[in-house]
C-alpha cells in the first residue's frame, strides 16, 4: 500500500485508485489527443474514451502500423478461471487492431504464474486453460497473424529465453515492482512474461510491440523494458497502452472474479440472455433517483452508474446514441430501469454472438494447430538469446 490509500500491482490491485497518480508512480504516460487521432478510423471506443488512457512508446507502434510497417501486439491471459467481460474485452481491441492493420498478435497463457500464485491445482489450471483458449478462439483471430502460446505446453522455447532474461531481474527490482514474492516461482515469473512481450521480435526481427493491457500490468512491461535496454538482444522495448478498470457491477473499483465485497456477481462469459438481465437488474450500482418522480425531477449521474460506463467503455460504440443516452439520463427522461435495460440488451447480445462462435469450434487440438508457433519460429526465437537446441548441442 503507498501513501496514497490504494495499491496497483498485478497481484494486488485495492483502494480508490488515482488514475493519474498510477501514472506517476509507474512513470507511464497520458495518451495525447494527438496519440488518438492517430489510431486507425474507426478508433476503438476503448481508446477514443480513453479506458485505455496511457502508455509507453504508443508513437512508435502507431508509426509501423500505419505505414504497414511490421508491428506487433501481445496481450495474455492468467488462466486462475472462468473469463468474464473485463478478460475478454483487450482481447477483442487486439482482434479489431489486428483487422484494420494486419498487426501481427501473441497471446501467451501464464498457466504457471497461475499455480505460483493461486491455490488451485495443475489440474485445475490444466482445465481452466482449456476453457479459457476456448474463449480466446472464439473472439476469432486470423491463424496466419496470430500465435497462441501456453508457458507450460511451449516451454522449449519460453523456458530457454526465460532463463536468458532472469539474471536481468534482481531481488529488489522484485520487490519494488511487485511486492514480496508468495514462492520462488513466482519470483521467477517476470522473466518469463518478459519473454511472452519480445517473443514477437524474437521470432520475427525487431519491430515496434505495444502490449494493451489494465494497467495494473504495467510493472510487468516495465521490468522486461529494462532487460530489454539491458541485454543489448537488437530489440525495441515493448510498448504498452494500458487501461483503466471495467467497473465492478457494485460501483467503481475493479471487475474482478472475487468481488470486492465477495457477493456481487461478475458477467461471465458463458452467461445467457437471462443471466445478464438478472444481474444487471439486481446489482448494477444505479446513478439514478431513489424515485421515479424524483429522478425525473433531479436526474441521475451517469458517471456514477455501472450500466452507463459498460455502455461508455465498449458496448455503445455510437457516439451520438451514447451522447443521447448520457443526456436523457441526466435530465431525467431516461430512467435507471431503462438504462438497465439498454446496457443488459447489449451485453447479452454481445455474449449471444460470443458463445454462438465458441460452440462452432472444432476439439481443441485441432483449433489450435493453427495459431501454434511453428518449429522454424521457435528455433529462431531460441537461437536469438544465443541458445542452441538439444539437436545442435549433442
Ligand atoms: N500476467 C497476466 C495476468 O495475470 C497474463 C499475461 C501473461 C499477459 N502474459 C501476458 C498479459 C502478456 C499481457 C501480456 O493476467
Known amino acids: 500500500m503507498t501513501d496514497d490509500g490504494f495499491t496497483v500491482t498485478p497481484y494486488t490491485v485495492s483502494g480508490e485508485i488515482d488514475y493519474e497518480n498510477v501514472l506517476e508512480q509507474f512513470g507511464a504516460d497520458r495518451l495525447t489527443d494527438e496519440q488518438i487521432a492517430r489510431f486507425p478510423t474507426p478508433v476503438h471506443p476503448l481508446v477514443r474514451r480513453r479506458v485505455f488512457y496511457a502508455g509507453r512508446d504508443v508513437d512508435r507502434f502507431l508509426s509501423a502500423a500505419t505505414a504497414g510497417e511490421r508491428h506487433s501486439i501481445v496481450t495474455g491471459r492468467g488462466p486462475s478461471g472462468a473469463m468474464h467481460l473485463g478478460h475478454i474485452i483487450p482481447l477483442y481491441f487486439a482482434k479489431h487492431l489486428q483487422q484494420q492493420t494486419n498487426a501481427l498478435v501473441y497471446l501467451p497463457f501464464s498457466d504457471d504464474e497461475k499455480y505460483f500464485v493461486t491455490d488451485n491445482s495443475l489440474e485445475e489450471i490444466g482445465a481452466q486453460t482449456r476453457e479459457n483458449l476456448r474463449d480466446l478462439l472464439a473472439v476469432g483471430f486470423d491463424p496466419d497473424r496470430t500465435r497462441i502460446i501456453v508457458d507450460t505446453a511451449d516451454a522449449d522455447v519460453i523456458y530457454p529465453l526465460a532463463a536468458a532474461f532472469a539474471p536481468s531481474v534482481t531481488g529488489s527490482t522484485f520487490e519494488a515492482a511487485y511486492g514480496q514474492p508468495k514462492n520462488i516461482g513466482h519470483a521467477f515469473y517476470p522473466a518469463v512474461q518478459a519473454a511472452h512481450l519480445l517473443l514477437p521480435q524474437l521470432v520475427e526481427g525487431r519491430h515496434p510491440t505495444l502490449v494493451p493491457i489494465g494497467v495494473d500490468q504495467d510493472p510487468h512491461v516495465r521490468v522486461c523494458r529494462d532487460i530489454a535496454a539491458k541485454r543489448r538482444y537488437d530489440v525495441d522495448k515493448p510498448g504498452a497502452l494500458l487501461s483503466k478498470f471495467l467497473p465492478s457491477l457494485d460501483g467503481p473499483g475493479k471487475m474482478s472474479s472475487s468481488s470486492n465485497s465477495g457477493t456481487t456477481p461478475t458477467i461471465y462469459l458463458s452467461d445467457d440472455r437471462e443471466t445478464v438481465f438478472e444481474k444487471i437488474h439486481t446489482h448494477a450500482y444505479s446513478g439514478g433517483q431513489p424515485t421515479v418522480d424524483e429522478h425525473r425531477k433531479h436526474g441521475g449521474d451517469p ?22 443516452i448520457e443526456r436523457e439520463y441526466r435530465n431525467g427522461a431516461l430512467l435507471s430501469g431503462e438504462l438497465k435495460e439498454m446496457a443488459a440488451d447489449a451485453i447479452a447480445s454481445f455474449l449471444d454472438a460470443h458463445q454462438r462462435r465458441r460452440r462452432r469450434l472444432d476439439s481443441l487440438e485441432t483449433e489450435l494447430r493453427r495459431y501454434r508457433l511453428t518449429e522454424h519460429e521457435r528455433e529462431h526465437a531460441r537461437r536469438r538469446v544465443g541458445h542452441s537446441t538439444f539437436k545442435t548441442m549433442i
Open 303 to 324: 458517471q456514477a452508474d455501472v450500466s452507463y460506463q459498460l455502455l461508455h467503455s465498449f458496448f455503445e460504440a455510437d457516439d451520438d446514441r451514447l451522447d443521447r
